[in-house]
């Protein structure tokens, strides 16, 4: 190649063909021409590859390959999966508006519900996420912008019926915001049932590798899409390029994984169900859960996910007793990795409740939360036979 400008390097570093993987894109501006200048006073600067805050090649691949998983029009990558909830809820919600939302959802998800949303004049109303009727009756009565709720809740596992949930939201003219990130679109794709926009931490089953923190907001509304993005960009929630790439890579492994995964799980559910010691278990492919029939199959369809429940006799003391005697899987927060992860929500994920609110958000004491990985089933009874055997058995 012939010598360039010394002082563009950007021009000349580059392949004559493409590249087979996406490169990563670290940079934090690039060159400036008309079609820029354009955009920016056009649309603020929404359509074109300006500054990374607001675009990049890279973080713009990672989106489309969750688009593609999901059949969806676009999505929007994030830098964690609270960062696409927060910032999908507050570009729906002004103050003096009703949000209408699950009363089972992830720990961090209430503090912004109870804690924050208030704070900005958005009154919040509860429900059971899998009591349809609840969802009718709050609608009818408080007339909300927005209903929230998660696929799968964490950790209790249980289901909103996503169609009919829709279908109220639709009849009132409010928006359906889901969390998909237990169910993920190998399970479950929100927006085909009804949903309007869907959140996840990436961070978990879709990178899958326990090496990125990441979210993404997914729809199919171009007009909405382009208001999400306003406030990322405004509230600074973008993602680096070097973890978008983490994430795209994870991705491209996604059906293989949760495949394995979610086959693993319900072997595991099965094994564990009459073993000393345990309770119950909590997984939606078993005919016992509470929302086995009709709604788990129009929300899951096919596979029932990688996560469950396993809940001990002996409460919360008997349960992290069991936690530190594994030895597959590995004592730690998050989920959705190749490795199996184990956690106590007590302790970790909703420590911030009360032992009371606890149970009244459906978390039992003794419940040990499995996210299931790469082990193999084998591997993975075994070692919670010997955990529980080590604790004293039943």
């Known amino acids: 190649m012939a010598p360039g400008n010394a002082y563009r390097p950007g021009r000349d570093h580059t392949s004559r063909t493409y590249p087979v993987v996406p490169p990563i894109y670290q940079t934090t501006t690039f060159e400036l021409d008309d079609t820029s200048y354009a955009d920016i006073q056009g649309t603020g600067g929404l359509r074109e590859t ?48 009703t949000l209408v939302a699950a009363r089972q959802v992830y720990g961090d998800t209430d503090d912004l519900l109870t804690r924050d949303l208030p704070a900005l004049g958005v009154t919040v109303i509860r429900v059971d996420a899998f009591d349809t009727a609840a969802w009718e009756r709050a609608v009818a009565e408080h007339r909300p912008a927005v209903l929230y709720g998660e696929t799968l809740s964490n950790p209790q596992l249980r289901l909103m019926d996503i169609p009919a949930v829709a279908g109220i939201a639709h009849g009132a003219g409010a928006r359906l915001v889901v969390d998909n990130t237990f169910a993920t679109p190998f399970c479950t794709r929100p927006l085909a049932l009804g949903a309007d926009v869907v959140v996840e931490s990436a961070t978990k089953f879709l990178a899958g590798h326990s090496d990125v923190v990441a979210g993404a907001v997914t729809l199919d509304d171009g007009a909405l899409a382009e208001e999400v993005q306003r406030r990322l960009i405004t509230f600074g929630g973008c993602l680096d390029p070097h973890a978008a790439f983490l994430a795209w890579r994870g991705m491209r492994t996604f059906g293989v994984r949760l495949a394995e995964s979610c086959r693993t799980a319900e072997v595991v559910a099965t094994k564990m169900a009459d073993e000393p010691g345990i309770e119950h278990v909590r997984y939606p492919g078993r005919l016992d859960h509470p929302d086995a029939g009709a709604v788990a199959d129009a929300v899951m369809p096919g596979p029932k996910g990688a996560m469950l429940g396993l809940v001990l006799a002996g409460g919360d003391e008997r349960v992290l007793q069991v936690l530190r ?35 009244d958000a459906g978390i039992p004491p003794g419940l040990l939360r499995l996210s299931v990985g790469l082990e193999g089933e084998e591997a993975l009874v075994a070692d919670l036979r010997q955990a529980i055997s080590a604790t004293g058995g039943s």
């Open 50 to 97: 300006w500054y990374s805050r607001f675009s990049n090649p890279t973080v713009d691949a990672a989106a489309a390959e969750v688009a593609r998983l999901h059949g969806a029009a676009r999505s929007l990558m994030t830098a964690s999966g609270m960062a696409a909830i927060a910032t999908t809820l507050v570009t729906l919600l002004r103050s003096g508006d």
């Open 325 to 359: 005697r594994l030895e597959v899987a590995v004592e730690a927060t998050s989920l959705g990795g190749v490795e199996t992860l184990a956690s106590v929500p007590f302790n970790s994920s909703h420590f911030t409740m009360t032992p009371q609110q606890r149970l």
